[in-house]
């Protein structure tokens, strides 16, 4: 029996096999990855108490992601996506077990903790560039396991399921952190990802469309994605309202900051900070679920981006804990909206031959904004101090839907999902 506590789309998402592994597969993923982020976060600032030491974490996960993710789009739709995600899932689990070996390091003085600071960036060059592939296969994958008249249901049950790792994951790591240390938490994210490359072979396949035409040379083929994109205005401005709406108003990068200099917390204190994202994220992908919409999507998303920008203003000035914990669970609500109705315009206005160009464009911008936003908040930060780069941003980020509005009005004008592709 289906409740209202319970909604269809959970319910129906384990009688589907194929949807359940891959489902569990992208949880253990996401687990690995937030546990690593808010540990990597804290671990730099602790051992530099430098704002600038925060935005190269930033910078090396997201140099290589610029220079592979357009190859990836290309590869993903011209190789098995599930082949792809796996090798992608393999290189994160190495790359977490040579930053498990980095922290023994970290605890030897000076010249070690000089020398792991220098293997961490050089170990998150090599997450970026996993990343590049694993984003944009995740997003390919997911229409052929699901038919496409379950597509949005299915994008806003993985993103609820996805966003309970996000709360669990920069819990878990900070509680293990203060506990044993990097050493600990990185063994964590080394089992999560072993179980993720374990529970993706159980992943079928059911939905798979030919490969992309053989155009002759890979740049060529990915100028027709990229003509693509640059033709539906509806799919160009709701990936790049993303990308300068987080890249210039995201506070995640400054989190260690925040946490240790002006609330006065420790590494547990920073998961719960992280968390509160992601609990804003679940709470609106279950109201989602409970009443999904399908009506003024375009305007809807404009308002979402307004109260992630405005939620961020008010963690900026915050002082007190639980104060900014709820601003930053208002600005993980308004995401999560964001992201429900950017993923379904997305999917319902790209063809499957096409799907692997434009998820790798979109991922492009995704890491864009959150990655290199990382860089510009720490590198403004160590310019104007936390608290002005915070403001900033959030206020950036509401003069960016003032502008998006008047750029893309075809945008804010689409009523249903279904009329994407024709309003593009």
Known sequence: MHSRLFPRSLVDTWRNPAFAAFLLARLMGMFATQIQAVVIGWQVYELTADPMALAYVGLAQFVPMLILVLPAG??????????????????????????????????????????????????????????????????????????????????????????????????????????????????ACVVCFALAVALLRRVEVRYASPPAANVDGMWRRFGVGIRFIFNRPVILGTISLDLFAVLLGGVVALLPIYASDILHTDSTGLGVLRSAIAIGEVGAAFLLNLFPFNRAVGKRMFLAVALFGAANLVFSLSTWFWLSFAALMAAGAGDMVSVYVRGALVQFSTPDEMRGRVSAVNMLFISSSNELGEFRAGTCAAWFGPVAAAVLGGACTLAVVAVWMRLFPVLSRVDKFEEAAEAS
């Not at 903790?113 to 970026?128: C, D, E, M, Q, S």
């Open 74 to 187: 290309d590869v993903i739709d011209r190789v098995p996506r599930r082949l792809v995600l796996t090798g992608s899932w393999l290189v994160a689990l190495c790359c977490a077990l040579a930053l498990w070996w980095l922290s023994g390091h970290a605890a030897r003085g000076e010249a070690g903790k000089a020398a792991a600071l220098a293997g961490i960036y050089a170990t998150l060059v090599f997450v970026g560039g996993a990343r590049a592939f694993s984003g944009p296969a995740l997003q390919s994958l997911l229409p052929q396991i699901v038919p496409r008249e379950q597509l949005a249901r299915a994008i806003a049950a993985n993103s609820m399921l996805m966003r309970v790792a996000s709360i669990g994951g920069p819990m878990v790591g900070g509680v293990l952190y203060a506990i044993g240390g990097g050493r600990l938490t990185y063994a």
